[in-house]
């Protein structure tokens, strides 16, 4: 008899813990963005400084727990014909997963229009914590989604290796 009791708690407690871990990755620890992003910057292809394109309805998400949670989606009447001459464009770009919830920001499908050329990626701002770019993808039919990325200072920082000179001082050095 008292082996079943304790076997009854130990599978309520995984059951409780498994519940509440499920619950904080995906709804606990994000948090509506949308009135802190106040505008869409890409960064420009002369300046080398992130300067604002048009954009409308932006919808966003992010979570203090990671710089790389982070997600936003958006429209613009800009043509990317003219975004690829004025921007730094991006060759290879993979969107980050967002929560299910946030139905705006479909990472597989963003994929898709990538890959099938009917969307391109730009730098939108480096470093905007140490170590991760900001990363915008603009279809041809103007939606736009953002997404933030580990450079290669990021990956070198968060995989122990040495980081160097040529990466910016961060926070806790």
Known sequence: MNGKIVGTVIMVSALVAGAALYYLQVYGFYEEA???????????????????????????????SSPIRFRACFRTSSSLAMLTETFVGLDRAVPRNAPEWFDCFDASAIAAELQAGTALAFLGEKNVAFGVDRIVAITDDGRGYIWHELNDCGEKAYDGTVVGEECPKSDAN
């Open 34 to 64: 949308s009135a802190d992003v106040q505008e869409v910057r890409l960064m420009s292809l002369t300046a080398q400084e992130p300067v604002a394109i048009l954009a409308e309805g932006i919808e966003a998400i992010d979570a203090e």
